[in-house]
């Protein structure tokens, strides 16, 4: 077993989600540069797995330090600037856990998510956790919960794929039980705060063996909101990933599950593998009338059914602005999420398909979307020499994608055409329309309600 260091070398986070196209909360954050849970599914591990500048680096932790100085404004950083102008000082909501679980066996030898937690509790910061970790669920961090749960600034998804203890250990090994979440669950939600079921991945053959007990422990463990997204491959997986996948593979019935995959999967979205909306849309129904029967908040972040959602942020928070606290509703709506929830219920209300309009979506120019020095910070913009690269802002990289229809991230290709292009607008950017799917038509024959808007019976829209 590898000996962890007494100190770890730094780990630069946060950063701003390369998912941001279709992203309500992309202030994202990781304590540590990776996990030491197992999870055989991990996307994360896949993407390090074929990076060199990650794949045998060293674990790496936050300077705690360093963190604070840009949520409190007095970092002399560039970096640390920007982040307190653009999210620190707006109580912008901080979602812990993108690429690694903040709370694992690492956090029990460090604490530094811990010493994090405290500080950002003391000043009120409101955030949302994504984890299935050990830690969280610790005496002290319990007592931690409790003591501030007045103030209400958390919430927590659990992150949870089947309701079968004996397979969640083949499948996630190292993870606490699925029962034990459940219980932890339970007692973050008597506390009053907002907890979600993070349903991601849900494995076809794995998560549906026990899909009405998953789905109802989760209700009866105060829940109430259930967020999912399907198990896709990394084409490029190689090493220990491989590994895993293939275990996958076994654990889901396939006999080749590279193959399932590449058959499978709409081939305009490249080599990140999503299986098609038929495979999927049992199971999408399942849980979309689930939680219409109890009234709890249904969020996709799969970009198949994302149309389905229930609230703007696909991890599961309530439509924005209907958080009791006023911090927690401090995320952005500035997003294809937003947009194709929206035109959904237009469609079924109205009978109109909504057209959707860069400037529309990304409508903010005094924010993330139009500063030059904040470019960087996306991936995508590497493919440019140098001289360019200098000169884009975050929007120019939206709008690549936007009107590229060559692009795997192009909406019309991500959403595997739920938006087609039908125009150009004033701006010269493609304009998208709303493209019902069969789906539709056959449910609402079933009586299923898909023009319901969560708003209507919750409060006023924004």
């Given at each position: 077993m590898t000996k962890l260091p007494d100190k770890l070398p730094p780990y630069y986070s946060p950063r701003i989600s390369s998912e941001l196209p279709d992203c309500s909360s992309p202030l994202t954050f990781d304590t540590y540069s990776r996990c030491s849970m197992r999870c055989q599914y991990c996307f994360s591990h896949a993407q390090k797995d074929v990076n060199p500048g990650t794949k045998d680096a060293p674990l790496q932790g936050v300077n705690v330090e360093k963190l604070f100085s840009m949520v409190d404004g007095t970092s002399n950083t560039k970096e640390g600037k920007l982040f307190h102008k653009y999210f620190f000082s707006e109580e912008f909501l901080f979602?812990?856990?993108?690429?690694?679980?903040?709370?694992?066996?690492?956090?029990?030898?460090?604490?530094?998510?811990?010493?994090?937690?405290?500080?950002?509790?003391?000043?009120?910061?409101?955030?949302?956790?994504?984890?299935?970790?050990?830690?969280?669920?610790?005496?002290?961090?319990?007592?931690?919960?409790?003591?501030?749960?007045?103030?209400?600034?958390?919430?927590?998804?659990?992150?949870?794929?089947?309701?079968?203890?004996?397979?969640?250990?083949?499948?996630?090994?190292?993870?606490?039980?699925p029962t034990e979440r459940f219980e932890n669950m339970k007692v973050l939600s008597d506390m009053g705060y907002w907890t979600i079921l993070r349903l991601r991945p849900f494995i076809i053959g794995v998560t549906d063996e026990s899909l009405p007990e998953l789905l109802q422990k989760a209700y009866e463990s105060g829940a109430k909101a259930i967020s999912t997204e399907f198990y896709a491959m990394d084409h490029r997986c190689v090493g220990s990933m491989r590994k895993a996948t293939e275990n996958m593979g076994r654990l889901m019935g396939v006999d080749n599950v590279f193959k399932y995959f590449h058959n499978l999967s709409p081939k305009e979205r490249g080599g990140y593998c999503r299986l098609n909306r038929l495979v999927k849309e049992p199971f999408v129904k399942y849980m979309y009338k689930f939680c219409l029967e109890h009234d709890m908040v249904f969020a996709c972040s799969d970009p198949d059914f994302k149309e389905l959602c229930m609230t703007q942020n696909c991890c599961g928070l309530p439509p924005h602005g209907l958080h009791s606290t006023n911090s927690m509703n401090n995320w952005s709506t500035q997003q294809m999420t937003a947009a194709v929830m929206e035109a959904r219920i237009a469609y079924h209300k109205t009978g109109k398909c909504n057209l959707i309009n860069f400037n529309g979506v990304y409508k903010s120019t005094d924010w993330i979307f139009d500063d030059i020095a904040l470019?960087?910070?996306?991936?995508?913009?590497?493919?440019?020499?140098?001289?360019?690269?200098?000169?884009?802002?975050?929007?120019?990289?939206?709008?690549?994608?936007?009107?590229?229809?060559?692009?795997?991230?192009?909406?019309?290709?991500?959403?595997?055409?739920?938006?087609?292009?039908?125009?150009?607008d004033e701006t010269d950017n493609l304009v998208y329309q709303y493209n019902p799917s069969d789906y539709e038509a056959r449910w609402v024959d079933e009586g299923i309600n898909l023009a319901y808007d969560w708003r209507d019976t919750h409060g006023s829209k924004d």
């Open positions: 979602h812990w856990g993108g690429l690694a679980d903040s709370f694992c066996h690492y956090e029990r030898k460090y604490g530094t998510s811990y010493e994090i937690l405290e500080g950002l509790l003391e000043r009120k910061y409101p955030m949302m956790f994504s984890s299935k970790g050990p830690a969280i669920t610790d005496d002290s961090y319990v007592q931690l919960f409790e003591k501030y749960k007045k103030q209400n600034t958390m919430a927590f998804q659990f992150s949870i794929v089947t309701a079968d203890d004996e397979l969640a250990k083949k499948v996630e090994p190292g993870v606490p039980s470019s960087h910070m996306d991936i995508g913009c590497t493919k440019y020499p140098y001289a360019i690269r200098k000169q884009l802002t975050l929007r120019h990289l939206l709008q690549d994608k936007w009107n590229n229809l060559k692009s795997y991230a192009n909406a019309r290709n991500y959403f595997h055409g739920k938006v087609m292009p039908c125009g150009v």
